[in-house]
């Protein structure tokens, strides 16, 4: 079965850091593309990073980006979120996520086929 | 960016209704697109992708239509379980976004 856990949301200062981990079992971590999506209180959701199976490629919202580094270590098949400079608008739930999906003609089209539980990042004074 | 728009924000239905929830793309995404149920609480769950694909375990009264820029979802008989906010995403961009979400609520 598989399974993604996340942790190490918490309250924290507007221009502080935090570090999100995600646990990943019951596939072949190293294997996949691996994602963060988040949600703000009563909000829809947002894509913000994106991490290849090799780290190879990365990307980021614009929203996230120069303040947000995504990482993964295969070997311990866990997903990273370091957050810095972080502002009251990157209050949200952070979940990670499971790419899935197609190469075609010489494209990705990948979605999310699994999620977490999601862990709450709050930026307050 | 690709911006999703999705009608209506709210739903008022009951159990065994026809339920139609439409996502229109800023541009054309070819059948690039997922929809997801959320419960409060929980994260979203996949129900269909590539605009018509039912994902596995997902009940068959889901169904999905459409390409180009609309799409539908179809809930056929609407059970207790599915009231629930639903979301579609386009997948076309490595910018994946979302719609801002339909609410289904028990009239």
């Known amino acids: 079965e598989v399974q993604l856990v996340e942790s190490g949301g918490g309250l924290v200062k507007p221009g502080g850091s935090l570090r999100l981990s995600c646990a990943a079992s019951?596939?072949?971590?190293?294997?996949?593309?691996m994602n963060w999506v988040r949600q703000a209180p009563g909000k829809g959701l947002e894509w913000v990073s994106s991490?290849?199976?090799?780290?190879?490629?990365?990307y980021y919202a614009d929203s996230v980006k120069g303040r947000f580094t995504i990482s993964r270590d295969n070997a311990k098949n866990a997903l990273y979120l370091q957050m810095n400079s972080l502002r009251a608008e990157d209050t949200a739930v952070y979940y990670c996520?499971?790419?899935?999906?197609?190469?075609?003609?010489?494209?990705?089209?990948?979605?999310?086929?699994?999620w977490g539980q999601g862990t709450l990042v709050t930026v307050s004074s | 960016d690709i911006q999703m728009t999705q009608s209506p924000s709210t739903l008022s239905t009951s159990v065994g209704d026809r339920v139609t929830i439409t996502c229109r793309a800023s541009q054309s995404i070819s059948s690039w697109l997922a929809w997801y149920q959320q419960k409060p609480g929980k994260a979203p769950k996949l129900l269909i992708y590539?605009?018509?694909s039912l994902e596995s375990g997902v009940p068959s009264r889901f169904s999905g239509s459409g390409s180009g820029t609309e799409f539908t979802l179809t809930i056929s008989s609407l059970q207790p379980d599915d009231f629930a906010t639903y979301y579609c995403?386009?997948?076309?961009?490595?910018?994946?976004?979302f719609g801002q979400g339909t609410k289904l609520e028990i009239k």
């Open positions: 590539t605009a018509s």
């Open positions: 996520t499971r790419d899935q999906g197609v190469y075609y003609d010489s494209s990705g089209y990948y979605y999310f086929d699994y």
């Open positions: 991490i290849s199976s090799s780290s190879s490629y990365i």
């Open positions: 995403q386009q997948y076309k961009t490595y910018s994946r976004t």
């Open positions: 019951g596939f072949t971590f190293s294997s996949y593309t």
